[in-house]
């Protein structure tokens, strides 16, 4: 059975970090790519980060969180990270994973979901 797994949200003043995982199974999370996607209530869906499974593993970021988010892999653990950091009142969110196409839109497999409040 595939399973995506986020776990890491929580309550932080604005400045701070966080760091979420993303633990897979039932795949390697290395065969696929892998993106990090987050929706505020009233907003659609953003699409936040991704990396490919190609060789090099390229990681792509959206621009609003370029330059303090990193996404990284362990595949031996079969799970991604999500380093936040500089978070801002705005990236309050629910943060997802999902397996995604080569277009890094999510595919059928999504985790459940977890919850990042940023306070000012």
Partial sequence: ???????????VQAGGSLRLS?????FRLDDYNIGWFRQA???????ISCVY???DGSTVYAESVKG???MSSDNA???VYLQMNNLLPEDT??????RANDDCNPDEYWGQGTQVTVSS
Avoid at 22 to 26: L, N
Avoid at 93 to 98: I, T
Wanted: proline share 3%; aromatic share 8%; with cysteine.
């Fill in 41 to 47: 209530p009233g907003k659609e869906r953003e699409g």
């Fill in 77 to 79: 653990k079969n799970t």
């Fill in 22 to 26: 993303c633990a897979a199974s039932g």
């Fill in 93 to 98: 969110a629910v943060y997802y994973c999902a």
């Fill in 1 to 11: 059975e595939v399973q995506l797994v986020e776990s890491g949200g929580g309550l």
């Fill in 53 to 55: 499974s190609s060789d």
């Fill in 68 to 70: 303090r988010f990193t």
